[in-house]
């Protein structure tokens, strides 16, 4: 089975900075992305940024700017470093993977983590 666990979250002041960190475990064989999606009270979980095994990144507009995703491959881990933080920042943010498995070679699916509250107070 494959583990994806975020961590990091929690309370900011608005113009403050936080960094979530995700890593990705278990019967895993190439992981070919990975990302963050955000999802606030009654909205729609939106993506808000991912990059590739290759390293490609591509960004929400509304977090261009001001946050940055980068990934350590050996370590099957991908951070969000998040400055400039602004009140409609406040969601709980998941982190995924597109994860090949030992299993089958020849199939990919997204693996999710439980989710991390990130709260920006004005």
């Known amino acids: 089975q494959v583990q994806v666990v975020e961590s990091g979250g929690g309370l900011v002041q608005a113009g403050g900075s936080l960094r979530l960190s995700c890593a990705a475990s278990?019967?895993?064989?190439?992981?070919?992305?990975m990302g963050w999606y955000r999802q606030a009270p009654g909205k729609q979980r939106e993506l808000v940024a991912a990059?590739?095994?290759?390293?490609?990144?591509n960004y929400a507009d509304s977090v261009k700017g001001r946050f940055t995703i980068s990934r350590d491959s050996a370590k099957n881990t991908v951070y969000l470093e998040m400055n400039s933080l602004k009140p409609e920042d406040t969601a709980v943010y998941y982190c995924y993977g597109r994860i090949t498995t030992r299993s089958n070679f020849s199939y990919n699916r997204d693996y999710w983590g439980q989710g991390t509250q990130v709260t920006v107070s004005s």
């Open positions: 278990g019967n895993i064989f190439s992981i070919n992305a």
């Open positions: 990059i590739t095994s290759g390293g490609s990144a």
